[in-house]
């Protein structure tokens, strides 16, 4: 016979947190959102730590190198997609890992043969205004020139100029020599007042670019999520078929963690992906799995080796397995049952297992709710899909700004892997869709905007960290009356909307 749940499947939605004390110190500028991403002992602190609990979701539509290196500075990770060709993955870990490094390899040359047409081209598709000019037109040519905005006017230059009539000669250039330090560069900088020192090797060919910009960016985002070698760190996603191959690359390329993108973790498939990092990486390599939804599927995984584990389905705005397969659970449901087998696994083995809760997040108080049901960090889709940052096109629609949204088990993503059971190697039947949703600008101002609701909120009900409010946060269900109440009722707006 059949198991059968009587709990109700429940969704964030149907839940409010209860004001506790608060004391003077309790204000939002004291909040810490630092929080574990990777397993740890207790009493021990985590070798990897996010400095918001906010990652962005493994999809196309969302996390790319753009997104990686946004959220970073912001102090949240990315997830790299995997549902794309090995090599193109690597080279958006790359970029980012060489973004923030101080030194950047550039991703715009040409040679002096191209003209402006092709330097106008360049712009547009990378939207980097400073050029190199190498011999080769290559990352690591020999240097021969530079080109910026202020080189050209395309008002009154022809198209078929060549770039060597034009650009700023190497003759004239202040460079660096390999192996200069970023302090001594930024010195540099500032000396000459440049916005960009070119760094050469003893034969001329270009190594890296510093930028005065990354200075100042540094200094403006002290929360930002960086490594030892002060470079952005950067998640990818991988998947139960082609790991052998893709872990190793991801690996060499840099990525700081790494997580098994599936509809359903709760499988062998799993376990074999987890078992093959351990035998040949150990624990130097960190891995998360899911989704799972319930305590029996994170024990699973935990014992598995996941680094943490990732719960929720069918909860996405863009996800329609429940109506297509009809499994998954309601996701505070689920946070709060697998939240609760998180804090059993670490009083019997005494390691902690972080939960990333992925999905179901439709106003920004659903973050906090998921932080104090046991969450340690939310994984997010639409919410990063509406930003500047996002890989996807801003179009217009009826004189409203969009921004195209679809989910992995779409028809146009066609991520089989996702959603393999061991079958053929096709996706037999949709499990997403293919969306819009509002544009909403940029990703600083906007996770600026959010995260000062979570701060507000956790000082509400009393409590400066996130483990703190998972400790000490009340929350209550509520009535479908008790919602209507909750937001703006039996007035009429002032932009004329009627509100019952």
């Given at each position: 016979m059949a198991n059968y749940t009587h709990e109700p499947s429940r969704t964030f939605g149907e839940y409010l947190l209860i004001p506790g004390y608060s004391s003077k110190d309790c204000v939002p500028d004291n909040v810490n959102l630092k929080t574990p991403l990777v397993r740890f002992k207790k009493g021990e602190i985590a070798p990897l730590s996010l400095n918001i609990p906010l990652v962005s979701a493994i999809m196309q539509s969302v996390s790319d190198d753009n997104m990686a290196i946004a959220l970073a500075k912001e102090g949240g990770l990315s997830f790299i997609y995997g549902s794309q060709p090995i090599e193109s993955q690597v080279k958006m870990v790359t970029r980012v890992k060489n973004h923030r490094a101080g030194f950047v390899v550039s991703d715009?040359?040409?040679s002096p043969d191209d003209t402006l047409r092709d330097i106008l081209a360049?712009?547009?598709?990378t939207g980097h205004s400073t050029v190199a000019v190498t011999a080769d037109g290559s990352p690591t040519g020999r240097l021969l020139g530079i080109v910026t905005s202020r080189d050209y006017r395309v008002s009154r230059m022809s198209p078929d100029l060549k770039v060597s009539e034009f650009m700023t000669k190497f003759a004239d250039l202040f460079c660096a020599k390999d192996g200069v330090t970023l302090s001594e560069a930024n010195d540099i900088i500032w000396e000459h007042k440049l916005n960009c020192l070119p760094v050469i090797d003893s034969e001329q060919n270009l190594v890296s670019l510093v930028f005065r910009k990354d200075y100042t960016a540094h200094k403006e985002n002290d929360n930002e999520l960086i490594d030892a070698?002060?470079?952005?760190?950067?998640?990818?996603?991988?998947?139960?078929?082609?790991?052998?191959?893709?872990?190793?690359?991801?690996i060499e390329a840099g990525a700081d963690v790494l997580c098994i993108d599936s509809s359903d973790g709760f499988t062998e498939w799993q376990k074999i992906v987890l078992e093959y990092v351990r035998q040949n990486y150990g624990d130097q390599v960190k891995i998360g799995a899911g989704n799972v939804v319930d305590g029996d599927g994170f024990r699973f995984l935990a014992d598995a080796g996941a680094d943490f584990v990732k719960v929720g389905i069918g909860g996405g705005a863009i996800c329609i397995t429940r109506e297509q397969k009809g499994i998954g659970r309601g996701q505070a449901t689920a946070v709060m049952d697998v939240a609760k087998a998180r804090d059993a696994f670490l009083e019997k083995t005494g390691v902690y297992v972080p939960?990333?809760?992925?999905?179901g997040i439709v106003q920004d108080y659903h973050i906090t709710l998921a932080l104090a049901m046991g969450a340690d960090f939310v994984m997010l889709g639409r919410y990063f899909a509406r930003f500047d940052e996002s890989p996807t096109k801003k179009i217009n629609v009826r004189g409203n700004y969009m921004k195209e949204y679809w989910g992995e088990g779409s028809a146009r993503a066609r991520n089989w892997q996702r959603y393999d059971l061991g079958g053929e190697q096709k996706l037999s039947f949709e499990e997403g869709v293919d969306s819009l949703v509002p544009y909403a600008g940029s990703l600083k101002d906007n996770v600026n905007l959010t995260l000062e609701k979570v701060r507000s909120t956790m000082c509400n009900c009393g409590c400066l960290t996130i483990a703190e409010l998972q400790k000490n946060a009340r929350i209550t269900l509520v009535s479908s009356t008790s919602i209507v109440e909750g937001g703006a009722h039996d007035v009429m707006l002032k932009d004329n909307q009627q509100v019952s």
């Open positions: 715009s040359n040409v360049l712009k547009e598709r070698s002060k470079r952005f760190r950067v998640g990818a996603g991988v998947n139960t078929r082609d790991y052998t191959e893709r872990i190793p690359a991801l939960v990333c809760s992925d999905g």
